[in-house]
């Protein structure tokens, strides 16, 4: 017998349902209806096919990082950046992600940050969804997906989640609770400690911890947004013309950097 299907909640979902602090003015909740309701639509599945260039360096930079610690010899090797650019074939890739990419593995080549850390796990980056967590909250019960970049064992003991970035975007603190929600349940024993890394700017964010009523806090807001996102999705099938009053549009500028603005007729 199959798993039952549950809904599910994600840092990535959050982050569709409300923007980052700052970013307010810019959301819209169009793309979560096209990214998680409407993805099998043979037009809006050719979109989610093709990484934008961001999703894509993103990903090579984190598959870079995980083959220089793979063999570490590359590392001291004076073609170790060159190695890992073939390993790679970053020469298939558009000229920007060349030249961001080829910055990026030179700067960690140069100041390699997990060298002499104890490295607990360090994700490739394309091993598709992890396991999810099943998690309940009142009658809800729901299924966390959380696609950890690294996992860290500190001196004291306490595990370190660090996640890669790329790019100018600031840190959003809600994916360091998501990920220590996690980890509270993989690892119930050990406390742990979340941060984020700019693998672009070379920048750390400060350490960032949660207390146990805080990580019931995001755990309740999960399954809120678990529950209503799987409410607005039985509402859209039930009639799709209503799909722009389920999923409301902020047309404007950021439609020319929106990956969906094709399919979409409030795209400006």
Known sequence: MGKRWLPFASYNLWALFAPAVGQEHWHCDMKRGYAKVR???????????QDTVPQTIGLLAQQGIYEFHLNPQRL???????????????????????????????QYYEHPILLKKRIFSLSR??????????????NITFNLFAAIDCILLEPDGRLHILDLK???SDFDERQAFVYLL???????????IASFY??????????????????????????????????EKKKYRKNPAEFDRIFPPNPGFR??????????QFAV
């Open 39 to 49: 993805k099998r639509e043979p037009d809006v599945a050719a979109i989610l096919a």
């Open 255 to 264: 439609c020319q950097h929106c990956q969906f603005n094709s399919v979409c």
């Open 166 to 168: 790329t790019g100018h």
């Open 198 to 231: 700019n693998l672009e700017l070379c920048k750390w964010s400060e350490p960032i911890t949660a207390t146990t009523s805080q990580l019931n806090a995001i755990r309740i807001e999960l399954a809120r947004l678990a529950q209503r996102h799987e409410m």
């Open 182 to 192: 996690a980890a509270n349940y993989l690892f119930p024993r050990q406390q742990a």
């Open 125 to 138: 980056g394309d091993e598709g969804f992890p396991e999810p967590i099943k998690l309940y909250y009142e």
């Open 76 to 106: 001291r090797d004076t073609d170790g950046v060159a190695k890992v650019f073939e390993i790679l074939q970053l020469n298939q890739q558009s000229a920007e992600a060349q030249q961001r990419l080829n910055q990026i593995l030179t």
